[in-house]
C-alpha cells in the first residue's frame, strides 16, 4: 500500500508543478449551483474544470459528519484551482505545494472537445491507504485524448477528519465515504450539462481507491449511482478496507497524540478530537504498521436514525447476496508486495523474531498461544524452514501480495459471482519494462502495487527515460480493455480482435494475464488462496459498529 502512496504518488508529483497556460478558449456550462467555465489546456483537445466545490465540509463540532450543500453562484465560476487537498499527513510530498483546507471538497471534470452528447463518464477514487492523496494525484488525460469520454476526479477527507467513527450523533463515522457517494450524486445531477450520460458511469481507482469502489458495491446509499466497476488492487475483503474495532482504533491513536483521560468516556474521547487541532490529528504516521492496518478506513455504523454508509460487514452483505451486481474489471498486480519493499531490511529480521506481529490485524485469536501456533503455519507455508531474508525474497512479496490484496480480491471475487453476478472479468497484471528496477538481490523484475493503474493513466515520473517500445504498445493495449469494458461492460467485445474474456467463476477462473501477450488462464493463485481461506474461515474477526456510548447523567453534560 505505502509503496503506492510513495511510489506511484510520487510517480504523480510533477502534475502539481504542470504549468497550464490556458488559451482564450473556455468552455461555459451551467449547473445546478450555477455557470461554470472551464479551459481547453495548451496542446490538448479537452476542457478541464478545476475545484469545483461539489459539497460544504463541515467545520468546529460537525467537522466528523456527513458533507453539507455546496455554495451557489450567479457569476461564472472559474474552474482553474488546482491546489486544494484536504489534510493528510505532512510529510505527503505534495502538501509543501499544495493548499491543505477544512473545506476541500472539489471535484476536476476532463471533458473532450466536441459536440456529442451523453457521453460515457468515469469517476475516479484516489488511493492513498485512506490516510493520504488527491483527485488529481493520477490523471488519464492521455486516456482521453482520442476517446470521448468524460474523465471525474475529486477530494475526500481523510485519515481521522474522514473515518473517526464513534458511533455518536456527531461522530458516526464514514465521513470520507459519504463524501464520495455525495459526489456520485452531484455527478448524477449535473454531468450531462457537461456532456454526459448521468445513466452510463463508471467508477474506478486504485489502492485504497479500489477498495472504496468495491465497498460501494455492499452500500445501501449507492443504488442506482453508476452501472460499471473497475477496482485496481484493493478490494473490500482487504484486511485494511473496513475497522474491525472502531472505538478502539479511536482510543489507540488519541494515546498517540498524547491523550492521558483514563476514564474511558466515549464523549471525552469525542472531545479530544473535536477540539484537537487538524495539523495534530493528522501528524502521526500509521502506512507502515506491521498489521497491515491503517486505524481509520471505513467502519460499520451504528444505527441513528441517519443514512449509513455500511449497515453490516461486506462479508454478511455479501453472503446475503445484498450487495450491488454490476459489470467488473477486477484484478491485480502480479507482485504487490513490493509495497513492502522499503521496509524489507528491517521487517525481515523481526518477522524471524516473532512473525505473529506480522500477522494481518483482522484475525482474532482466542489465546496467544493459538495465534504463535497459526504464525508458525503460515510463516511455514511461505517461507518453509528458511529465514525471512534475502535467500527468501519472493515469499516475502508474495506474502504481502496476499494479506494486503490477493486474498481480498479473491474472496469479493468469489462471494459476488456466487451471490448472481455473472459479469466479473478477473485478471493479474504481471508486465514488467524494462525501466522498471530490479527486485532487490535479485535479477527479476517484477509488476509492483498499482502497476495496471500506471498503464491506463497518465505516468509522470521526473527525468524517467522515455517509455520503451514495449511499454508504449501495453499502455495501448490497457487503454483499450478499459474503453471497451466502460463503453460495453466487456473488456473484450464481441467483434473484437482480442483474445477472448469470458466472465470469471467464483473459483476465480478463467483470469487473464496482462503481458506482453494476453493469456487465459485458470483458477489465480488458487493454493494461496485456499490456505488463506481457510484461516480466515475460522480466524476472521468480524467488523462490528461502535457500541451505544454510556449515556451522560445531566451534571457531566
Known sequence: MYKCVVLVLLCWISVIAEVETHTREAKLVNIAQGPVRGYKAQYDNFFAFYGIPYATAPTGDHK???????????????????????????????AIKLKQQEDCLIVNIYVPDTDEKDLPVVIHVHGGAYQLGYGNLMTAKEFIKDKNIIIVNFNYRLGAHGFLCLGTEDVPGNAGMKDQVTLFRWVKENIASFGGNPDDVTINGFSAGSSSVDLHLVSPMTKSLFNKVIPESGASLSAFSVQTDPVENAWEYAILLNYTDKTKDVYDLENFYKTVSLDTLT??????????????????????????????????????????????????????GLSRMPVFETWSSKMNDKFSDFLPGDLKFSTPEEKEEVAQRVKEFYFGKKPVGKETIFRYIDYF????????????????VESGNKDIYLYEYSFVDDNVPLVPYTAVRGANHCAQSMAVGDEFLPNAPADTKDFTNMKQLMRELWFNFITTGKPVPEGSDLSMWPPTDANGSPHMSLDKTMKLRGPLIQQRFLFWDAIYEKYYAMPTAPPPPTPRTKTEL
Open 64 to 94: 466528523f459528519k456527513a458533507p453539507l450543500s455546496p455554495p451557489q453562484w450567479t457569476e461564472p465560476f472559474e474552474a482553474v484551482n488546482k491546489d486544494v487537498i484536504c489534510p493528510q499527513m505532512v510529510y505527503a510530498p505534495w
Open 283 to 336: 501528524s502521526i504516521d500509521l502506512l507502515n504498521r506491521s498489521d497491515s492496518l491503517f486505524l481509520f478506513v471505513p467502519c460499520i455504523e451504528r444505527e441513528l436514525g441517519k443514512e449509513r454508509f455500511l449497515e453490516d460487514a461486506p462479508l454478511n452483505v455479501l453472503k446475503s447476496g445484498r450487495n450491488h451486481k454490476l459489470p467488473m474489471l477486477f484484478g491485480l498486480a502480479e507482485m504487490e
Open 401 to 416: 501480495t496476499d494479506i494486503l490484496f490477493a486474498y481480498g480480491t479473491l474472496k469479493s471475487v468469489q462471494l459476488q
